[in-house]
């Protein structure tokens, strides 16, 4: 191993999609597992196996169809779920399966009802049968932060001693700070009997903000391997983020003197991608990929950058994937113009999707003088990161005014290709819009959730609508013993974008509303548009 190396395993599809409302269809975990290979993350943890059928069947996909970064299957100590593990992951190339199980006291007590012992026990033996079914074995004591170190390194020991490769520490309640952690990484490392045999792996998450500072912190004790997703998703306040610890890692390697495989001209797209599907935006003032990240506001900073740009600026853009998001395209444009600048944003679409954001590409050029960087992101966003349509809008038209009842006229394409048309009037003409799908669709649902953004400035600037839907559904999950199919509250995301901010919201109420009704009834989706 060479120990100049920092292992990147991204938890996206796992820990990520545990966020709320983050839920991912299966075609859209396969592109984003598509585009954390491309980025160059050395492990994929793909997803839950045992949880669902679905989330089953999305493993077995990426194990099929992605190559390069080992696919990772996560599952507690229970011996059906190591084994669904290994049916997600074994036709991988490479492929992990990652155990887990609670050693802090109070987690022991109150959640599995086990003793010290019992746990010890079934660590050993379930550790034990992953490794009679693969090579490369990940287990992690959860909330170890909170453990007795005795006890955790009593288990980590005998983790190592079935046959463990990878010993993750997870700080899984986001308690510890930085200067402690990395003391628990030092002590694991003097304490765990066989523990050179193994990587030491950390997993923070940022319920006080300090995720990134403690996997950093345990970088600099010795762990070789860190668990993060993309704009740090994940349960709760989420876990490190992938785009930090990587420019952390990079920008300061002269502090940290160890280096990743993160092709990290990919961060920027693969931020925007996940951030689309899961509907989940980015904060402005987010480290590294937020929309202010590089921006300088204050008269002295700009005055600095002009002169000499490392006078305010510690990274490079262009190392995080962004270029001048000055004007790039106009009127005239070809689509060979379009696709290479795409390209050069680090968008690679399929030749389908390339012409469906072409056309779009085409219509906003009508409309607007300038399209810039962020215009063809909104675009992309919009035509290519979307859910399967099982209800397509072809057509929507509001009235509205300080005298008028918000009146709107909407017209859906259904699964059967049967083309529909309905109206409805409401408080605004966004509610009319979507009182009006509501009576074609019939899916009940809730909004909780509605923002709107200007993309770029400007009168013919393009908006971008995100919503939340909130709707009952049959819940096939297999958590957390009994197989039982449970009616729960579940949380839809949607996104849209056009210059008509009416037309942007139908938009993501329509991209929630296909997500919400895929998960309830698996419904056949309208063909892909010709074009
Ligand atoms: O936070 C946590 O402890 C986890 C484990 C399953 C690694 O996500
Ligand atoms: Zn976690």
């Given at each position: 191993m060479d120990r100049n190396h920092v292992i990147i395993f991204d938890t996206t599809l796992r820990d990520g999609e545990?966020?709320?409302?983050a839920t991912l269809n299966t075609d859209e975990k396969l592109e984003v597992a598509r585009q954390l290979a491309r980025l160059g993350v050395?492990?994929?943890?793909?997803?839950?196996?045992?949880?669902?059928p679905g989330d089953l069947d999305a493993v077995q996909r990426i194990s099929r169809e992605i190559h390069g970064p080992t696919i990772c299957a996560l599952a507690r100590c229970i011996r059906s779920d190591i084994d669904a593990a290994w049916q997600g992951v074994q036709e991988a190339a490479r492929r992990r399966i990652h155990v887990f199980i609670s050693t802090s006291d109070i987690q022991m007590e109150y959640?599995?009802?086990?003793?010290r012992d019992q746990v010890l026990a079934r660590a050993r033996e379930m550790v034990a049968h992953a490794r009679s079914l693969c090579d490369d074995v990940e287990f992690s004591p959860m909330d170890a932060s909170r453990s007795d170190r005795e006890f955790l390194y009593a288990v980590l020991s005998a983790a190592i001693e079935e046959g463990a490769t990878t010993l993750n520490i997870p700080d899984t309640v986001g308690y510890s700070v930085p200067g402690e952690f990395a003391s628990l990484i030092r002590d694991i490392r003097t304490h765990t009997p066989g523990i050179e045999k193994a990587t030491i792996s950390v997993h923070c998450h940022n319920d006080l903000g300090m995720a990134t500072a403690n996997s950093l912190a345990a970088v600099l004790e010795g762990a070789r391997q860190i668990e993060c997703t993309i704009n740090g998703l994940g349960e709760r306040a989420g876990n490190a983020a992938l785009e930090e610890i990587v420019m952390a890692l990079y920008t300061r390697r002269d502090y940290f003197g160890v280096s990743s495989n993160v092709v990290t001209q990919e961060l920027y797209p693969t931020s925007r991608m996940v951030s689309s599907f899961t509907g989940l935006s980015v904060q402005a003032n987010k480290a590294v990929v937020g929309a202010n990240a590089f921006s300088h506001e204050s008269g002295i900073h700009q005055d600095g950058i002009l002169k000499h740009r490392q006078t305010y600026e510690i990274m490079d853009a262009h190392m995080i994937g962004l270029t001048d998001s000055s004007l790039v395209l106009g009127k005239h444009s070809g689509r060979h113009a379009f696709a290479d600048k795409l390209e050069q944003m680090g968008y690679h679409l399929e030749p389908e999707d390339l012409n469906r954001a072409f056309a779009r590409f085409k219509e906003l050029a009508d409309r607007k003088k300038s399209i810039t960087e962020r215009d063809l992101e909104a675009i992309v966003s919009d035509e290519v990161f979307q859910p399967g349509e099982v209800y397509r809008l072809l057509q929507v038209q509001v009235s509205a005014g300080d005298k008028a009842i918000p009146t709107a006229t909407v017209q859906l394409e259904g699964p059967d290709g049967r083309v529909i048309t309905d109206a409805a009037h409401g408080t605004g003409p966004v509610d009319a819009v979507y009182k009006a799908i509501n009576r074609i669709v019939q899916v009940p649902n809730e909004l909780v959730e509605f923002s709107i953004n200007a993309v770029t400035e400007g009168i013919d600037a393009v908006g971008e609508v995100t919503i939340r839907i909130e709707a009952c559904v049959d819940d096939e999950s297999t958590m957390p013993l009994n197989a039982q199919t449970e009616r729960r509250k579940l949380l839809f995301s949607g996104h849209g974008a056009n210059t008509d901010i009416i037309v942007a919201s139908a938009r993501a109420y329509m991209s929630a509303l296909n997500k919400l009704i895929a998960v309830r009834g698996q419904a056949a989706t309208v063909p892909p548009r010709a074009n």
């Open positions: 545990q966020s709320p409302g050395d492990v994929i943890e793909a997803g839950f196996p045992a949880s669902s959640q599995l009802r086990m003793t």
